[in-house]
Nanobody, 117 residues
Framework: QVQLVESGGGLVQPGGSLRLSCVAS????????MSWYRQAPGKERELVAR???????NYADSVKGRFAIFRDNAKNTVWLQMNSLKTEDTAVYYC???????????WGQGTQVTVSS
């Protein structure tokens, strides 16, 4: 059974930091590109950060220099380190796995991040 379980969300003040975790099971983690997406109320889901199977990364312009994505294939885990958080970072954050050289993709259930004073 495939699972992506996110954790680490919560309420944080502007300028603060959070680290999100996503633990995967049920598939060959190292064969999948791992991404974080987010969806704010009334907005479409958007890509935040991606780390490929070959460790290349890309980030949304809005988070460059503030967020970083890491993965550990031995732990089947991907993290999103979020620094200098802004109110506009408030959203539900989702972990996504996309198969390299394939079509399979999986989503986590999401974790809420609220940035507010």
């Amino acid at each position: 059974q495939v699972q992506l379980v996110e954790s680490g969300g919560g309420l944080v003040q502007p300028g603060g930091s959070l680290r999100l975790s996503c633990v995967a099971s049920g598939f060959s983690f190292s064969d999948y590109h791992m991404s974080w997406y987010r969806q704010a109320p009334g907005k479409e889901r958007e890509l935040v950060a991606r780390r490929s199977t070959r460790d290349s990364t890309n980030y949304a312009d809005s988070v460059k220099g503030r967020f970083a994505i890491f993965r550990d294939n031995a732990k089947n885990t991907v993290w999103l380190q979020m620094n200098s958080l802004k109110t506009e970072d408030t959203a539900v954050y989702y972990c996504k796995a996309t198969q390299d050289f394939g079509i399979a993709q999986y989503w986590g259930q999401g974790t809420q991040v609220t940035v507010s004073s």
